[in-house]
């Protein structure tokens, strides 16, 4: 079956612009989270979400940074007015029941480069 | 909080060469722990996990115990291959329950 999807795979913006990330995750898949993979600061949570509702907002570096979730499926990643330092991999994933035993499955990233 | 320590490398091994990498980590309570592996060109995905003490978990060859005593979940293989070459993540999950806690990650490189 379909693993988890982002989209885009790459995306380059300019310093100050807003973007937008999606995510499809695996379909029945109640709980997604949000990480970011940089060279400075590893693989970092960032949200997470149990159906449309995200009892954890606590990794979301600073309040230029939000997301949400619709349907119980698809989410988006947003963050507002880009800084260099939001350049890194957004990783995105989910798994069947958001207990701590439950396998993640991750999607491929989405690369943002801030120029 | 909490915090994940794990050999950094790069590691270079022969083939057929045994492997540990080791990770220790600090965590409220008793988490579940996950090793996670990004081959070249791909995404993360889970190697094995072991949910409580001094469970083993086994996938591919390569195994790690939890060891509660030492709040450690060492990976070891007894021969690795080049198609091993990748990148090794140790990943408790945080204090929240379902968030993984990410160590840096080990570059492995296997040479024929």
């Known amino acids: 079956g379909a693993g988890v999807s982002q989209s885009p795979s790459n995306k380059v913006t300019e310093k100050g612009k807003d973007v937008e990330l999606r995510c499809d995750p695996i379909s029945g898949h109640t709980a997604l989270y949000w990480y970011r993979q940089s060279l400075g600061q590893g693989l970092e949570f960032l949200i997470y979400f149990q159906g449309n509702s995200a009892p954890d907002k606590s990794g979301l570096p600073s309040d230029r940074f939000s997301a949400e979730r619709t349907g119980g499926s698809v989410s988006t990643l947003t963050i507002q007015r880009t800084q260099q330092e939001d350049s890194a991999v957004y990783l995105c994933a989910s798994s069947s029941g958001g207990r701590g035993m439950d396998e993640q499955f991750f999607g491929p990233g989405t690369r943002l480069t801030v120029l | 909080g909490d915090s994940v320590t794990q050999m950094e490398g790069p590691v270079t091994l022969s083939e057929e060469a045994f492997l540990t990498i080791n990770c220790t980590y600090t965590a409220t309570g008793y988490p579940s722990l996950f090793w996670y592996v990004q081959y070249p060109g791909e995404g993360l995905q889970l190697l094995l996990k072991a949910t409580k003490a001094d469970d083993k978990g086994s996938n591919k060859g390569f195994e790690a115990t939890y060891r509660k005593e030492t709040t450690s979940f060492h990976l070891e293989k007894g021969s690795v291959q080049v198609s091993d070459s990748a990148v090794y993540f140790c990943?408790?999950?945080?204090?929240?329950?379902?968030?993984?806690?990410f160590g840096k990650g080990t570059s492995l490189l296997v040479t024929p």
């Open positions: 990943a408790p999950n945080s204090n929240s329950g379902y968030a993984l806690n």
